[in-house]
Structures are given as structure tokens and as C-alpha cells.
């Protein structure tokens, strides 16, 4: 079964620079959808980013397009790179994944599987 560890979490300052790591494991043959989430207190979670592992395509929040890319390598670790951080930016963010043999997002609330969380605090 599929299990999504994430990592690298921390405290950086406004402007400063972060990545994020999910480590999956026991994906299959298929194809899957991994996204990145983000929760603030009091608000509601939020969607990041998206990856397909069928081909790559990505997807951006409005919120952090152009600061912030995806990726992944070839031990199925997804990535969050994050730059040019806000304060508005502080968020646990989790990182979720549901097979998915479409090209485009899916939604919310159609993740399988998520990971733990990791803190991601932008303060000065």
C-alpha cells in the first residue's frame, strides 16, 4: 500500500528559500496524481501543487506561481521547491496522492493517501 512521507519542513525568513520532500512507497504499475497542501490555522486546507506521473504535467496555485516548482525523481520522491517565501506562506503542508490516469488535476478531495505533515513557518 502506498505510504507519503514528508519532509524538510522549517523556519525561514520572508524571501528565503525551502524544499519540501515527499517519499513514497508502494506505488504500482499505474499512474499517479501527487499534490502538495497547505493548512494555516483557522483556514482551510489549500491546494499547492500537482504532479502526474504519466507525464509530468504540473499545476500551480495561483498564490505561488512562478515562486514555487515541482518535480520528481526516480525513486518516486515528489518535490516542493520553494522561493521567495511570504509570511502568508506559513502552512503545515501535507503532501497527498491517489492513482490517476487523466490529464488533468484531480480535486481535493479525490487523494487516497497523505502523508504526515511538515511545518513551514516564514517569519522574520
Known amino acids: 500500500q502506498v505510504h507519503l512521507v514528508e519532509s524538510g519542513g522549517g523556519l525561514v525568513q520572508p524571501g528565503g528559500s525551502l524544499r519540501l520532500s515527499c517519499a513514497t512507497s508502494?506505488?504500482?504499475?499505474?499512474?499517479?496524481?501527487i499534490g502538495w497542501f497547505r493548512q494555516a490555522p483557522g483556514k482551510e486546507r489549500e491546494g499547492v501543487s500537482y504532479?502526474?506521473?504519466?507525464?509530468?504535467?504540473t499545476y500551480y496555485a495561483d498564490s505561488v506561481k512562478g515562486r514555487f516548482a515541482i518535480s520528481r525523481d526516480n525513486a518516486n520522491t515528489v518535490y516542493l521547491q520553494m522561493n521567495s517565501l511570504k509570511p502568508e506562506d506559513t502552512a503545515v503542508y501535507y503532501c497527498?496522492?491517489?492513482?490517476?490516469?487523466?490529464?488533468?488535476?484531480?480535486?481535493?478531495?479525490?487523494?487516497?493517501?497523505w502523508g504526515q505533515g511538515t511545518q513551514v513557518t516564514v517569519s522574520s
Open positions: 508502494g506505488f504500482t504499475l499505474d499512474y499517479y496524481a
Open positions: 497527498a496522492a491517489v492513482v490517476w490516469n487523466w490529464g488533468f488535476p484531480p480535486g481535493p478531495d479525490e487523494y487516497d493517501y
Open positions: 504532479i502526474s506521473t504519466r507525464d509530468d504535467t
